[in-house]
């Protein structure tokens, strides 16, 4: 599986952002789907992930209430919708794709896009 994510960009904090991931190469919906983050300095974290049909999330508690994973499997894509910024929602955010629905284990990465929230 190729991902791609895109959607990054400079916001102030307070805005809102809704990165996409796109993918290609085998059928999606066999996969569970996670976003990544990882700032500068620091180890990656988990962001959220969502099951291959789409019926249940799993949204850290740093971003529980504020930011909403989804999937369209007819698109082959899954989006992070994130509302409420902060500062500290800085990095680069990856999505990636695990054939093992339920457990942490994934085994595709795309190439990550950057998120920087100005104060």
């Known amino acids: 599986v190729q991902l791609q994510a895109s959607g990054g960009g400079l916001v102030q904090a307070g805005d809102s952002l809704r990165l996409s991931c796109a993918a290609s190469?085998?059928?999606?919906?066999?996969?569970?789907m996670g976003w990544f983050r990882q700032a500068p300095g620091k180890e990656r974290e988990f962001v959220t992930s969502i099951s291959r049909r789409g019926g249940v999330t799993y949204p850290a508690d740093s971003v529980k209430g504020r930011f909403t994973i989804s999937r369209d499997n007819a698109k082959n894509t899954v989006y992070l919708q994130m509302n409420s910024l902060k500062p500290e929602d800085t990095a680069v955010y990856y999505c990636?794709?695990?054939?093992?629905?339920?457990?942490?284990?994934?085994?595709?990465w795309g190439q990550g896009t950057q998120v920087t929230v100005s104060s």
């Open positions: 990636a794709a695990g054939a093992s629905e339920g457990y942490d284990i994934y085994d595709y």
């Open positions: 190469g085998r059928p999606f919906s066999r996969y569970q």
